[in-house]
């Protein structure tokens, strides 16, 4: 049933199912670039700046953490998410309907301060958030000085 032949129905004649046919007929109409506004893959990440360091924590839900590349180069941080979906029957490829998540790959990229000790980042994974902790050089760390 499409949209023509609801609107020539009168109210007490179109059910539930017609209403869902048509919303279900018109997601698959859509092109995949017009579905992109109804979900963003990029990776979301909290980011907050400590007296002696930064911490990124990085909301990654269903992943597990051989499937999260961190690489450093110069001074951008890059942490990289590879999640292949396994179809529980290969032979029979899924038909989504509507399709609002995945776990495709996806990438975010920090640009590092250079008060960033780029030595000593380190990354730990729990509960579906990546922490990744990034020491301040010494130079920049605030310190207090003593009025006498």
């Known amino acids: 049933m499409n949209t023509q032949t609801a609107n020539c129905k009168s109210k007490s004649q179109v059910t539930f199912q017609d209403v869902v046919d048509d919303f279900f007929n018109l997601a698959s109409t859509v092109d995949k670039s017009a579905r992109t506004q109804f979900y963003d893959k990029s990776i979301k990440a909290n980011v907050i700046e400590h007296r002696d360091k930064v911490t990124i924590s990085a909301a990654l839900p269903g992943i597990k953490k051989s499937d999260v590349n961190i690489e450093l180069k110069e001074q951008t941080l890059t942490v990289a998410v590879k999640h292949n979906e396994v179809n529980q029957d290969a032979e029979t490829p899924l038909n989504y309907k509507w ?44 310190t207090t000085i003593e009025i006498k």
């Open 99 to 142: 399709r609002e998540f995945d776990y495709a790959t996806s990438r975010r990229t920090f640009k590092l301060s250079k008060a960033i000790d780029t030595t000593s980042i380190n990354a730990e994974m729990s509960n579906g958030v990546l922490t990744i902790s990034l020491d301040k050089k010494p130079a920049f760390v605030p």
